[in-house]
């Protein structure tokens, strides 16, 4: 049991190039959830996903792209990276909204 | 909008010398109140949840409490490895968006 598995856990990219963020959980947990960290500003909610075919935007969504075809993965995708976007990107789960699960952060720099 | 607050933003404490942190929000009808800690390059990790009023939970040297507008976790007789960020997150009754405070910096030492 893993639990919330991202990858790459660090990537420097160019800006203007794209990339996905992996997450998958193996809790078959139906909630699951994107957010971004920056110093000072705690974490926000960048999408969301409710159920397999389900997802909807948080609060910073601009510049992402999310899709969940399975309960276990719900990739982030950065469409055209900008600096704004260097951030620690955290991807979430839950099966009853109790008790979220985070992994262990994706460190991205776009320079 | 809903909208978490924590203070302090750093907190500095010696080993054995309890304190509070405080989490106040604002938010149409709480489905829950969350703390996390976390660790320097590591995600957050689940403490508690709180649904009411008057609840309270303990874990360790932890208690966390909650009012209506409020909550609080005590640290009594904190040791080293309590230094962390501790994160205040709230979730709207029929929402399933997480919103967080921006976190206390707890450093306790020997």
Redesign the interface.
């Known amino acids: 049991n893993a639990g919330?598995t991202q990858t790459p856990k660090f990537q420097v990219l160019k800006t203007g190039q794209s990339m996905t963020l992996q997450c998958a959980q193996d809790m078959n947990h139906e909630?699951m959830?994107w957010?971004r960290q920056d110093p000072?500003?705690?974490?926000?909610?960048i999408h969301?996903s409710?159920g397999a075919g389900i997802t909807?935007q948080?609060?910073v969504p601009n510049g992402y792209n999310v899709s969940r075809s399975t309960t276990e993965d719900f990739p982030l995708r950065l469409l055209s990276a900008a600096p704004s976007q260097t951030s620690v990107y955290?991807c979430?789960s839950s099966q009853t909204?109790?008790?979220?699960?985070?992994?262990?952060?994706t460190r991205l720099t776009v320079v | 909008e809903d909208q978490?607050t924590q203070s302090p933003e750093a907190l500095r404490l010696q080993e054995g010398e309890s304190s509070s942190l405080n989490c106040s929000y604002t938010v149409s009808g709480l489905?829950?109140l969350?703390w996390?800690r976390q660790d320097p390059?590591?995600?957050?990790?689940?403490l508690f949840?709180l649904y009411s009023a008057g609840e309270e939970k303990e874990k360790e040297r932890l208690k966390a409490t909650l009012t209506k507008k409020e909550s609080f976790l005590h640290i009594t007789a904190p040791k080293p490895e309590d230094s962390a960020t501790y994160?205040c997150?709230v979730?709207r009754e029929y929402g399933?968006?997480?919103?967080?405070?921006?976190?206390t910096i707890l450093r306790v030492k020997s």
Do not use: Q
């Open positions: 919330v909630y959830s957010y000072g500003m705690g974490l926000r909610l969301y409710v909807d948080g609060e955290f979430a909204r109790t008790g979220y699960t985070f992994g262990s952060g | 978490v489905r829950g969350f996390y390059g590591k995600g957050p990790e689940f949840t994160l997150a979730l399933n968006k997480l919103v967080f405070g921006a976190g």
